[in-house]
Antibody, heavy 118, light 110 residues
Framework: EVQLVESGGGLVKPGGSLRLSCAAS????????MSWVRQAPGKGLEWVGL??????????AYAAPVKGRFTISRDDSQNTLYLQMNSLKTEDTAVYYC?????????WGQGTLVTVSS | QSVLTQPPSASGTPGQRVTISCSGS????????VYWYQQLPGTAPKLLIY???QRPSGVPDRFSGSKSGTSASLAISGLRSEDEADYFC???????????FGGGTKLTVL
């Protein structure tokens, strides 16, 4: 059974940094395309970025609003995905979900809340 | 402003059939698979439809997806009170090199 547990969210000041983690079980991160998707309070879903599977090159891609500030990486030995967020802005306030796509099917964790406020 | 366009709201009575539309362009829906998600209040999104019209295990066959050109639709038949939720469509966009979402449709069961 695929399970995802996001953690690392919290309150941070504008300009600060935060690293989110997504501990995965039931599958290997290296074999999946892993995305981060966020949802601001009361708003819709917004794709943040992804890291491709190892067989597909393991490259990353990012949405324009976060490019240059956010970095996605993974630790294969820990089967954990990370989202390093730097230069945070108030508009980055959202629940962040990690979501793997395995054989075309998306799985979702419970999300972790990031609040950027002074 | 979302890249994919959905109506902000939809409604129906129990037992009815409702459809939710999702309009895009040649760079997203027109050339890539469409996905649909259901989000119940206070919970994480859940995949309803993948690859245009495929249902994951456990999703009732009351839910169906279709795609034509640069538009897609989600149909819910035999509407039930527990279907009251937000529904989002999504697709990969070749021009943006990223996944794009619709703004979401809030379904109310009257």
């Amino acid at each position: 059974e695929v399970q995802l547990v996001e953690s690392g969210g919290g309150l941070v000041k504008p300009g600060g940094s935060l690293r989110l983690s997504c501990a995965a079980s039931g599958f290997s991160l290296t074999n999946a395309w892993m995305s981060w998707v966020r949802q601001a309070p009361g708003k819709g879903l917004e794709w943040v970025g992804l890291i491709k599977s190892k067989t597909d090159g393991g490259t990353t891609a990012y949405a324009a609003p976060v490019k240059g500030r956010f970095t996605i990486s993974r630790d294969d030995s820990q089967n954990t995905l990370y989202l390093q967020m730097n230069s945070l802005k108030t508009e980055d306030t959202a629940v962040y979900y990690c979501t793997p796509r395995i054989s075309g099917i998306d799985y979702w964790g419970q999300g972790t809340l990031v609040t950027v406020s002074s | 402003q979302s890249v994919l366009t959905q109506p902000p709201s939809a409604s129906g009575t129990p037992g009815q059939r409702v459809t939710i539309s999702c309009s895009g362009s040649s760079s997203n829906i027109g050339s890539n698979y469409v996905y649909w998600y259901q989000q119940l209040p206070g919970t994480a999104p859940k995949l309803l439809i993948y690859r245009n019209n495929q249902r994951p295990s456990g999703v009732p066959d009351r839910f169906s997806g279709s795609k034509s050109g640069t538009s897609a639709s989600l149909a819910i038949s035999g509407l039930r009170s527990e279907d009251e939720a937000d529904y989002f469509c999504a697709a990969w966009d070749d021009s943006l090199s990223g996944r794009v979402f619709g703004g979401g449709t809030k379904l109310t069961v009257l």
